[in-house]
């Protein structure tokens, strides 16, 4: 099913002449040089491609480097290309100088073999660079060019060759494309049904690799079989699970589209490197990046407007519409394992289902915004921002991929949770239950329940109730709910009255009870609730204003004849208790702050 689906995806973007999708037998790749040769192959000198970064060309595939030593057609690192042993060059302290001399050799004879292989083509660039293999001290040609030279040697980066007074790269040119793809088409393999097409086509025995999947190596694949163990019946590697070349080609180059560096169809989910797309054209492939990634600096309400115009689209129905009933939403979350690519999470939907519970998990987030907004949270909350909330701050470790980069500091949540979420809003499921627990353990350790923290409780709890009793759409409020009779979430409210009481008593106070007794109280309201009832009564003794002490001694009793209807202060409270607790203090809180 994924495979089928990034094949439909390749040949729908390959349909459009915009979307520089590659062709078969091509590849988008940055080439940061350009050798510029004369005719009789003469070197004229080095052009970089671009000033602050390379620039990126569609060139001749790439072939799945090795131990063995294999070469691109046309284009190279300087040692396939020239011949010439790049300094500082990483070896094993067994190879010798000489060894090292020996290897970059054939490696240079298979670069030359490798145009050899597209046949004698009457193309005067072909003929130049076939002039310039030939020659045999070509390197001592470039020491005129100076700085170039010295910065290619250096960066050990791709190069690859023009014809002096064309615009293009050597492989650009017609009849060179033209043998290229002749070339592409031909094949020795067995012929075989291939398993994502259900067509007849040459089999493909080893898959381009996939690139770019963060924290893992540089290149890897999601069907490879290289053990005995993985082998079937004495199948060889991808003659296991028998994939065409044409339907290889597609799946590969659609998924290294989404995951380029430029890509709007892609996003880092914790470890999982996640990548979406439809199977028609829809404004979701691009938005849904913008619901849940950070905005940019230059336009931090990015997120914002997204959200608002999907509301938008549930309010006034379009999202309804008969196409996005149809139309089919795919998302694919990847993540490193060992050479192989672990498949994080796949899910299907149609636009109309995937908008309607993306739109669920922010309407099951919204709560109140702080009053005195001093972190400047903004109205909807991030992906980052939600799991930041449950995580402790922590040091920057490339060995950590579950890492979360949020304003400016990183850190460290649990293992899988991040997937675990993004599967759970866009499968429309309970949140996990460690993620509420996470929320809580901060709360307990830090005192403190931010905006996200409240929202992020707020949006587990609610799914959960609605999971147990369907009748209940929300049991949390947005705001202050004095009609809530639970009686965890009327402790909360109790606490944040007792707290306020206690701050107008003590303007300035450095700690409260929140600092002392916050743990206990949402944990064990027995061992603490009786105590703080009592030392009230001296913080509302010190209030200068009897109005003051009227109006809490009003809203202590409207709380508190809620919690003696539930017989007095319970031993414990729940998980889910334990966040109502949070919810009632925050919404208390709240409520204080707003001008009635």
């Not at 057609?73 to 000489?98: A, I």
Request: with cysteine; aromatic share 10%.
């Amino acid at each position: 099913m994924i495979l089928q689906a990034l094949k439909e995806y390749y040949d729908r973007k390959a349909a459009d002449p915009e979307s520089q999708m590659a062709p078969p037998g091509f590849e988008w790749k940055e080439i940061p040089f350009v050798i510029v040769l004369k005719p009789d192959g003469t070197p004229v000198n080095i052009e970089p491609t671009h000033e602050t970064g390379a620039k990126a060309y569609l060139v001749p595939q790439a072939i799945k480097k090795t131990i063995n030593v294999e070469a691109n057609l046309l284009w190279d690192n300087p040692e396939y290309v020239l011949g010439v042993v790049l300094k500082g060059k990483k070896r094993s302290d067994k190879k010798t100088d000489d060894d090292i001399k020996k290897r970059v050799s054939e490696q240079h004879t298979s670069f030359i073999k490798r145009i050899d292989s597209i046949g004698d083509i009457s193309d005067a660039g072909l003929q130049a660079v076939k002039r310039f293999l030939q020659i045999e001290n070509k390197v001592s040609l470039f020491q005129t060019t100076g700085e170039q030279w010295i910065k290619l040697l250096d960066s050990g980066s791709n190069v690859t060759f023009k014809l002096a007074g064309d615009s293009g790269l050597v492989f650009e040119r017609p009849a060179v494309k033209s043998a290229i793809q002749s070339a592409n088409e031909e094949s020795t393999e067995e012929i075989i049904t291939c398993m994502v097409t259900g067509q007849k086509d040459y089999i493909q025995l080893v898959h381009p690799s996939i690139r770019r999947i963060f924290g893992g190596k540089a290149e890897a694949n999601i069907v490879s079989f290289n053990l005995g163990a993985f082998r079937s019946f004495g199948k060889d590697q991808g003659a296991n699970a028998p994939v065409g070349k044409k339907a290889a080609f597609a799946y590969t180059t659609a998924l290294n589209h989404l995951l380029a560096k430029d890509s709007t169809q892609r996003m880092q989910v914790g470890d999982a490197s996640t990548v979406f797309w439809a199977g028609k054209a829809n404004d979701l492939e691009q938005q849904l990046s913008d619901f849940f990634s950070e905005p940019p600096k230059d336009d931090p309400d990015r997120g914002v407007r997204a959200v608002e115009s999907l509301f938008k689209s549930i309010k006034n129905g379009t999202i309804f519409a008969d196409e996005n009933q149809k139309n089919r939403f795919y998302v694919l979350g990847l993540s490193p394992n060992s050479s192989r690519i672990a498949i994080r999470f796949w899910i299907v939907g149609t636009i109309a289902e995937v908008g309607i519970r993306i739109f669920q998990h922010f309407n099951d987030t919204k709560i109140i915004p702080p009053k005195n907004n001093k972190n400047d949270w903004p109205k909807w909350q991030s992906l980052n921002a939600l799991l930041a909330a449950t995580a402790n701050e922590t040091k920057y470790d490339k060995n950590k991929p579950n890492l979360v980069y949020y304003r400016g500091r990183y850190f460290d949540v649990k293992p899988n949770l991040a997937g675990d979420i993004m599967r759970t809003i866009l499968e429309g499921l309970p949140y996990p239950q460690s993620l509420l627990q996470a929320a809580v353990r901060r709360i307990r350790a830090e005192h403190e329940i931010t905006y996200p923290r409240a929202a992020l409780i707020k949006a587990c709890i609610s799914r959960s109730t609605r999971l147990k009793k369907p009748n209940i759409k929300e049991e949390l409020q947005m705001s202050l709910d004095e009609n809530n009779t639970n009686i965890s979430y009327r402790l909360g409210r109790l606490f944040a009255t007792l707290e306020k009481i206690q701050q107008e008593a003590n303007p300035g106070i450095n700690a409260t009870i929140r600092d002392r007794f916050y743990g206990a109280a949402s944990g064990t309201p027995v061992a603490v609730f009786g105590n703080l009832m009592r030392l009230k009564n001296h913080h509302l003794a010190k209030l200068e204003s009897a109005g003051r002490r009227v109006f809490f001694e009003k809203r202590l009793g409207q709380i508190i004849d809620g919690v003696e209807a539930k017989m007095a202060f319970p031993t414990h409270l729940s998980l889910e208790d334990q966040g109502r607790f949070a919810i009632g203090y925050y919404h208390q809180m709240q409520d204080f702050f707003t001008k009635k």
